[in-house]
């Protein structure tokens, strides 16, 4: 279609605060989104792991401790979740994929690929160009306290230039892969790379 | 998780205009639409579209709302709540006349789907308006005969919030297979015979298959609704992996 039907008598009912900060399609919520496709999973710290998986070796294993002794990083940053909400201004404690790779002594990116592994069996691909130069991390804290279960604790992703499935909730696994897999909501009609200015929502946009 | 890459598949879903045929006031805050997309390409029960409005100045907003009607329905339908303060769904409820066009795409996203040549039983739970996809899914099994073992737990303010009652209340009439459960958070009269109360765990594990038939599993609603429910089935040994969810938004029922 062309041009946008009008719908007459419709009209904003919201303020249009930070245009150029909310994409196409979004408006600006003070909720917190949560989009899953099953039930929370309930992982304590004391059972959590986060291993690097290279092919088929691993780079490395952290428990919450040595995780947590890894050079931290805050990141305030605006999300954006593919339901239509927008988040602003949101803050996040963790450790880059910069650091990450530097932990286990890598000095660029070895594959282009990444698969993140998480809890309830979800799975999601990203170009590892996207994780690295400060633009994504594994958050362990949000807005200063430990993530919430509900939102992803003890550890997400963290990727706010995509929309916020890729900021894949109870991590567990990365996998950096030579060629591009789909994970699950990637293979269940969503779109491969996700991203919100360009309105990738959606398989084909 | 079984996943399966249909990727090759991928054509962009436009926006196109659908005709309102027909509307429903369901409940005194609820209506349903039924619409007539230009070229609808069918759908699986459970999925949903976006609905997109245009101001006449330009300004757009996007709402998701789940297909309410079964595949086998020539009309669309989707089932709209008010929420008060609401940008689009007073629009909906309160601006949109039959003959008026619509501009929407879809179908979307295919993890909370159910069709009748799945195998096992089916539990259904429904927090408020999230009964429209599951509705989709009990229209489906009963146009196309199946006669899976099936039981719909729903939960909703009152007896006068219960969306599609009558339906509801005629399918399970005529198909010893299927069990309808209401339960009613702020229901006052006395002469409620049926559940009162948030759904918990007594309610669940009483209406529920057993865990281990590993009944398939669909959960929609409010967000609070689905994170509670969700987790007393986990906490009752049912396989995380059979639940299936979908949160509609913030708050509410
Ligand atoms: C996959 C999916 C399927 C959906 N299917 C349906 C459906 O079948 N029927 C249906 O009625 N809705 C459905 N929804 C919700 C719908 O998309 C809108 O969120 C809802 O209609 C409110 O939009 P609005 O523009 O009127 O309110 P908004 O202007 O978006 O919100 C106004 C205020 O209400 C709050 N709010 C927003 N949504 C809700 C909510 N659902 N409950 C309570 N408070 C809310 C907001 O936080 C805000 O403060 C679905 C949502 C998703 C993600």
């Given at each position: 279609m062309d041009e946008a039907h009008i719908s007459h008598g419709f009209r904003s009912?919201?303020?249009?605060?930070?245009k150029d900060r909310v994409p196409p399609g979004q408006y600006v919520t003070a909720d917190f989104p949560i989009l899953s496709a099953g039930p929370t999973p309930q992982i304590k710290v004391s059972d959590w792991k986060l291993a690097l998986q290279l092919g088929g070796s691993l780079l490395g294993v952290w428990t919450w401790e040595a995780f947590e002794a890894l050079p931290q990083t805050t990141i305030k940053t605006d999300i954006h979740c593919v339901t239509k909400w927008s988040k602003l201004d949101t803050t996040w404690q963790g450790v880059t994929f910069d650091d990450l790779l530097k932990a286990v002594g890598?000095?660029?990116?070895?594959?282009?690929y990444v698969m993140a592994h998480c809890g309830g069996g979800y799975t999601t691909n990203i170009p590892l160009a996207d994780l690295i130069g400060g633009k994504g991390m594994v958050a362990t804290h949000y807005d200063g306290l430990p993530i919430a279960p509900a939102h992803g604790g003890p550890a997400r992703l963290l990727v706010p230039h995509l929309y916020f499935w890729k900021s894949a909730k109870w991590l567990r696994r990365i996998r950096l892969m030579p060629t591009d897999e789909r994970g699950f909501w990637e293979s269940l009609g969503y779109h491969n790379y996700g991203d919100p200015w360009k309105e990738q929502r959606y398989d084909g946009d | 998780m079984t996943v399966i890459d249909?990727?090759?598949?991928?054509?962009r879903l436009e926006w196109q205009l659908a005709q309102v045929r027909d509307i429903v006031a369901e409940t005194h805050r609820v209506k349903s639409f039924m619409l007539e997309p230009v070229n609808w390409t069918g759908h699986l029960p459970g999925q949903h579209i976006d609905i997109r409005l245009t101001a006449e100045d330009g300004y757009q907003a996007q709402r998701s709302y789940s297909i309410?009607?079964?595949?086998?329905?020539k009309l669309l339908t989707v089932t709209v709540e008010r929420v008060t303060d609401g940008e689009v769904s007073p629009y909906l409820l309160d601006e949109l006349r039959v003959g008026d066009r619509l501009e929407l795409r879809g179908p979307i996203a295919r993890h909370f789907v159910w069709t009748s040549g799945s195998s096992g039983s089916l539990c259904l739970l429904a927090g408020g308006t999230g009964i429209t996809p599951l509705m989709a899914m009990l229209r489906h099994r009963d146009r196309s005969s199946c006669r899976t073992p099936t039981v719909l737990i729903y939960s909703a303010r009152s007896r006068g919030d219960i969306v599609y009652q009558n339906e509801l209340d005629g399918m399970a009439r005529n198909d010893t297979n299927l069990r309808v459960v209401y339960t009613l958070?702020?229901?006052?009269?006395?002469?409620?015979a049926g559940h009162r109360g948030r759904v918990d765990r007594t309610l669940l594990a009483t209406n529920c298959?057993?865990?281990?038939?590993n009944p398939a599993i669909y959960v929609c609603g409010p967000t609070a609704f689905v994170e509670s429910a969700s987790d007393f089935l986990v906490e009752l040994g049912f396989d995380s992996l059979s639940i299936k969810t979908e949160r509609f938004g913030p708050s509410g029922g």
């Amino acid at each position: 279609m062309d041009e946008a039907h009008i719908s007459h008598g419709f009209r904003s009912k919201r303020q249009t605060q930070a245009k150029d900060r909310v994409p196409p399609g979004q408006y600006v919520t003070a909720d917190f989104p949560i989009l899953s496709a099953g039930p929370t999973p309930q992982i304590k710290v004391s059972d959590w792991k986060l291993a690097l998986q290279l092919g088929g070796s691993l780079l490395g294993v952290w428990t919450w401790e040595a995780f947590e002794a890894l050079p931290q990083t805050t990141i305030k940053t605006d999300i954006h979740c593919v339901t239509k909400w927008s988040k602003l201004d949101t803050t996040w404690q963790g450790v880059t994929f910069d650091d990450l790779l530097k932990a286990v002594g890598l000095s660029g990116p070895p594959e282009p690929y990444v698969m993140a592994h998480c809890g309830g069996g979800y799975t999601t691909n990203i170009p590892l160009a996207d994780l690295i130069g400060g633009k994504g991390m594994v958050a362990t804290h949000y807005d200063g306290l430990p993530i919430a279960p509900a939102h992803g604790g003890p550890a997400r992703l963290l990727v706010p230039h995509l929309y916020f499935w890729k900021s894949a909730k109870w991590l567990r696994r990365i996998r950096l892969m030579p060629t591009d897999e789909r994970g699950f909501w990637e293979s269940l009609g969503y779109h491969n790379y996700g991203d919100p200015w360009k309105e990738q929502r959606y398989d084909g946009d | 998780m079984t996943v399966i890459d249909t990727s090759a598949l991928a054509e962009r879903l436009e926006w196109q205009l659908a005709q309102v045929r027909d509307i429903v006031a369901e409940t005194h805050r609820v209506k349903s639409f039924m619409l007539e997309p230009v070229n609808w390409t069918g759908h699986l029960p459970g999925q949903h579209i976006d609905i997109r409005l245009t101001a006449e100045d330009g300004y757009q907003a996007q709402r998701s709302y789940s297909i309410a009607s079964p595949p086998e329905d020539k009309l669309l339908t989707v089932t709209v709540e008010r929420v008060t303060d609401g940008e689009v769904s007073p629009y909906l409820l309160d601006e949109l006349r039959v003959g008026d066009r619509l501009e929407l795409r879809g179908p979307i996203a295919r993890h909370f789907v159910w069709t009748s040549g799945s195998s096992g039983s089916l539990c259904l739970l429904a927090g408020g308006t999230g009964i429209t996809p599951l509705m989709a899914m009990l229209r489906h099994r009963d146009r196309s005969s199946c006669r899976t073992p099936t039981v719909l737990i729903y939960s909703a303010r009152s007896r006068g919030d219960i969306v599609y009652q009558n339906e509801l209340d005629g399918m399970a009439r005529n198909d010893t297979n299927l069990r309808v459960v209401y339960t009613l958070t702020r229901e006052k009269a006395k002469d409620w015979a049926g559940h009162r109360g948030r759904v918990d765990r007594t309610l669940l594990a009483t209406n529920c298959f057993p865990p281990a038939q590993n009944p398939a599993i669909y959960v929609c609603g409010p967000t609070a609704f689905v994170e509670s429910a969700s987790d007393f089935l986990v906490e009752l040994g049912f396989d995380s992996l059979s639940i299936k969810t979908e949160r509609f938004g913030p708050s509410g029922g």
